[in-house]
């Protein structure tokens, strides 16, 4: 079920709400004035209306849907990827007596039956679930039973197919509520391009009202350093470090380079901790927990740490590496300086850094075939019961489950599959007309060549001689009125000695000496055979840009950068 009443705070009664979030304010959370932007949200979801908020990193997107949950009788569902994040957020929610919990993997049967109980007795006002859970038949089973007021999604962005952190997780999440009776949706981003934003609306189906309290922080101050080797970068970020006072997040694009930079850290004599996707988990929980009570000074970090970390005095972020894309740049370091005081946000750019992010971009999106393969199998399947994700899961185990969601997703868009309100996947009568799967596939190849043009405008930032947030605003699409320049980052301090003008070329190369020679690339054919330093000799199955896929003699299809294959003379 679920229960909205536009009317109720109209008119006359909107004086109404607004001293009944003041009294919130003071009384629960303890906190003098809303934020810019935070009214205009919360007043469209006490309106019923689906809304997605882009408000910057510490905008105070998580009242958001907070005030609202106090307001309105029923229960607030917030999906969210992480769930540390919803462990650090149920804490503060139960400090000051909001009746929250959580439904996750990381429960034991007795926690799970308990949340579960309390959701069913309508006993708490705030569910947390992940993206995976809220699509789960026996989850929507038990909200559908609920008054639901608000399905709220943290990190929005993460539902759409052109933005810069897709996840296949959030694939379902529309139908998921379509299934738990349509409540409005509140989806929150601290980022969005135009193009992203209209896609949200797209993957959800929902006309949303947009509110967008734009990115810009003045207390962030950018710099670029250049610099000309690894060893280099290592000791401009140790100086960095012992420079800046207060404490601070170093970025690395790998876990080698996290491991080294930390190396250089505690040799210097630094307090530093380490965080990284290969750590065990219990130790990537204690050295969180050493940076964020203050025990160690400096968290050495790849993009697996800082989603929903909340350390307000943060005074520096320093990336050793460039981002695959600004988007990215600017949520990571925009984890500095939350309380509103100054911080530095300063990137080490070395022109060779750019390969690593290409060879990341070489992601195996689905192809023709594997899209006919999971139509056939649905329509396989549905002969002989209902077709669950598991069974799809069980029945294509040589595809990686990310991609049979992707699949699906594009199957749906295609109405050659559809789903009922158990979620369950079901054929259409259609014959699936010549073509169709290919098309359907070249959707990817497109979101490939546009994550390769963001990162040609994170190289085109690094090397650029404008204002940094000038940039940046010009890349969100974000008109800043009145903004000129941020006259704080390094280039609005120290101009280039040659004043920049359209006449200008900014060159993606090495500053201060004319660039070597390039080799020529080697050049591939489909059929053609090529090797690899690791694999061996294989056949060119599919050529897409600088991307080969090679068929090799084990039966496994890999893609490389044509960079790192060899030519075989035949």
């Not at 009788?73 to 990827?81: F, H, R």
């Not at 296949?168 to 998921?176: C, D, K, R, T």
């Not at 259609?430 to 994550?451: C, H, I, M, N, S």
């Amino acid at each position: 079920m679920t229960r909205h009443d536009p009317t109720l705070m109209h008119r006359g009664l909107l004086a109404v709400r607004r001293n009944t979030i003041r009294r919130l304010l003071d009384a629960v959370f303890g906190i003098a004035q809303l934020r810019e932007g935070q009214q205009r949200v919360i007043d469209s979801v006490l309106d019923g209306k689906d809304t997605l908020a882009i408000m910057p990193t510490g905008g105070g997107k998580s009242l958001c849907y907070q005030i609202p949950a106090k307001m309105l009788e029923g229960i607030t569902v917030v999906v969210s990827p992480l769930i540390s994040l919803m462990k650090d957020q149920l804490e503060k929610l139960e400090e000051i007596g909001i009746r929250s919990v959580q439904v996750n993997s990381s429960l034991c049967a007795e926690e799970e039956h308990a949340a579960l109980e309390a959701i069913a007795s309508e006993s708490c006002e705030i569910v947390f679930c992940t993206p995976e859970r809220l699509v789960s038949p026996e989850f929507i089973a038990v909200l559908r039973k609920v008054t639901l007021d608000i399905v709220v999604i943290d990190e929005a962005h993460c539902i759409s197919q052109w933005g810069h952190d897709f996840r296949p997780a959030y694939i379902g999440l529309a139908a998921a509520i379509e299934a738990i009776g349509r409540p409005p949706v509140l989806a929150l981003t601290a980022t969005a391009t135009d193009e992203v934003i209209a896609d949200i609306g797209k993957q959800l189906g929902r006309k949303l009202n947009v509110i967008n309290t734009g990115i810009y922080r003045p207390n962030l101050h950018y710099r670029v350093r250049q610099v000309t080797s690894a060893k280099e970068k290592y000791q401009e970020a140790l100086r960095l470090v012992q420079e800046t006072p207060g404490v601070g997040i170093v970025y690395a694009a790998t876990v080698k380079v996290a491991e080294e930079m930390l190396a250089v850290l505690e040799e210097a004599g630094e307090s530093v901790t380490l965080y990284h996707g290969k750590l065990p988990s219990a130790e990537r929980k204690m050295n969180q927990d050493l940076f964020m009570e203050g025990e160690r000074r400096v968290m050495v970090a790849t993009n697996a740490f800082g989603m929903g970390i909340d350390k307000s005095d943060t005074r520096f972020v320093v990336h050793l590496q460039i981002p695959a894309n600004l988007e990215s740049y600017y949520q990571e370091s925009g984890r500095a300086g939350r309380d509103g005081l100054d911080a530095e946000c300063t990137l080490l750019f070395l022109q060779d850094d750019k390969r690593i992010q290409q060879f990341f971009l070489v992601k195996h999106y689905p192809d023709a075939q594997e899209l006919q393969l999971v139509h056939e199998t649905v329509r396989t399947l549905a002969e002989e019961g209902a077709v669950t994700g598991r069974r799809l899961e069980d029945a294509l185990e040589d595809i990686a489950d990310a991609n049979i969601k992707v699949c699906l997703k594009l199957l749906k868009d295609a109405k050659l599959v559809r789903q009922n309100r158990k979620l369950d996947y079901l054929p259409s009568a259609a014959e699936p007309r010549p073509g169709v799967y290919a098309r359907l596939a070249q959707v990817y190849v497109q979101k490939q060549e546009r994550d390769k043009d963001a990162l040609e405008q994170m190289v085109g930032y690094a090397v650029s001689g404008f204002c940094r947030w000038k940039l940046l605003l010009d890349y969100f699409g974000d008109q800043a009125p009145g903004f000129e320049s941020c006259c704080k980052c390094d280039n609005c301090l120290n101009p280039p000695a040659l004043s920049l003008s359209e006449d200008i070329v900014i060159r993606d190369d090495e500053f201060d000496r004319e660039p070597a020679e390039e080799a020529p690339k080697p050049k591939f054919e489909v059929g053609a055979c090529a090797r690899s330093a690791k694999y061996g000799e294989g056949v060119v199955i599919a050529i897409a840009g600088e991307q080969v896929t090679v068929d090799f003699a084990d039966g496994e299809s890999r893609s490389f950068m044509a960079d790192f294959l060899d030519q075989v003379a035949t």
